[in-house]
C-alpha cells in the first residue's frame, strides 16, 4: 500500500500563507471525500484539524482549511503562526475500508 | 473527558509476539470504531487496523494482514492489538485511536493516545 505523496517541507514567514499537497489515486483521494489532514508538534500525538476535505472540528482555528481537485488535496495555512511549525499528515479512504497515510510535511516558519 | 491509554509495548526478539491494549474512558466505547496507527521512530504516520464498534468487521494494512489481530471487549472499554511474527520493520510506537464519527466511520481520527513503543530487536 503506497503511501499518499506530500512535499517533505515547507516553509514561510509569519503572517503569509503556505499550501501543502497531498496527491493520491483514483483508489483514494479522487473517490472519496474522506480526506483528513493532522498536525504533529514534535514528541506529540497527531492532533485533527480537518476532515472530510474541508470540515474543521470544533476548536481548530479558520486560518486552517482544505481542498480537493482530482488526485490532489491540499491544505492551506493563512495567517501563519510560530506555533504552526510542525509535521503534517493528510490521510484518505481507500477502498476495502482501509486508511492510508501520506508520507508527512514538515512545516517551518521562517 | 476521552482518554485513551495504551499499555504493553516493549522488547521483543524477531519473530515474537506481543499483545498491546488500549483503556478507553470519557466517552460511549461502544459506539465508536477503533483504530491502531503506527509511526516508526524519526518516520511518518502508518494505518494499522480498524474495528467496527461491535467488534463484527475488522481490516487490516497489508503489511500486517495475518500477522496482527485487532479485537475489542466493550463491556471493559479496552481495545487489543495481538502482534505475531513480529519483524524490525514492525518498530514503532503504536497508538490507539478513536474514529471521529459515532455509529459508523468517518476514517478520521480525532482521539489519539499518547502511544506504545514497541522494539523489535534480538
Known amino acids: 500500500q503506497s503511501a499518499l505523496t506530500q512535499p517533505p517541507s515547507v516553509s514561510g514567514s509569519p503572517g503569509q500563507s503556505v499550501t501543502i499537497s497531498c496527491t493520491g489515486t483514483?483508489?483514494?483521494?479522487?473517490?472519496?471525500?474522506?480526506v483528513s489532514w493532522y498536525q504533529q508538534p514534535p514528541g506529540t500525538a497527531p492532533k485533527l484539524i480537518i476532515y472530510?476535505?474541508?470540515n474543521r472540528p470544533s476548536g481548530v482555528p479558520d486560518r486552517f482549511s482544505g481542498s480537493k481537485s482530482g488526485n490532489t488535496a491540499s491544505l492551506t495555512i493563512s495567517g501563519l503562526q510560530a506555533e504552526d511549525e510542525a509535521d503534517y499528515y493528510c490521510?484518505?479512504?481507500?477502498?476495502?475500508?482501509?486508511?492510508?497515510f501520506g508520507g508527512g510535511t514538515k512545516l517551518t516558519v521562517l | 473527558e476521552v482518554q485513551l491509554v495504551e499499555s504493553g509495548g516493549g522488547l521483543v526478539q524477531p519473530g515474537g509476539s506481543l499483545r498491546l491494549s488500549c483503556a478507553a474512558s470519557?466517552?460511549?466505547?461502544?459506539?465508536?470504531?477503533m483504530h491502531w496507527v503506527r509511526q516508526a521512530p524519526g518516520k511518518g504516520l502508518v494505518w494499522v487496523s480498524l474495528i467496527n464498534n461491535d467488534g463484527s468487521r475488522t481490516t487490516y494494512a497489508d503489511s500486517v494482514k495475518g500477522r496482527f489481530t485487532i479485537s475489542r471487549d466493550n463491556a471493559k472499554n479496552t481495545l487489543d492489538l495481538q502482534m505475531n511474527s513480529l519483524t524490525a520493520e514492525d518498530t514503532a510506537v503504536y497508538y490507539c485511536a478513536r474514529d471521529y464519527c459515532a455509529g459508523g466511520s468517518c476514517y478520521s481520527i480525532d482521539y489519539w493516545g499518547q502511544g506504545t513503543l514497541v522494539a523489535v530487536s534480538s
Open positions: 472530510e476535505v474541508t
Open positions: 483514483s483508489t483514494d483521494v479522487r473517490s472519496y471525500n474522506r
Open positions: 490521510s484518505s479512504y481507500r477502498s476495502s475500508s482501509t486508511l492510508i
Open positions: 470519557g466517552f460511549t466505547f461502544s459506539s465508536y470504531w
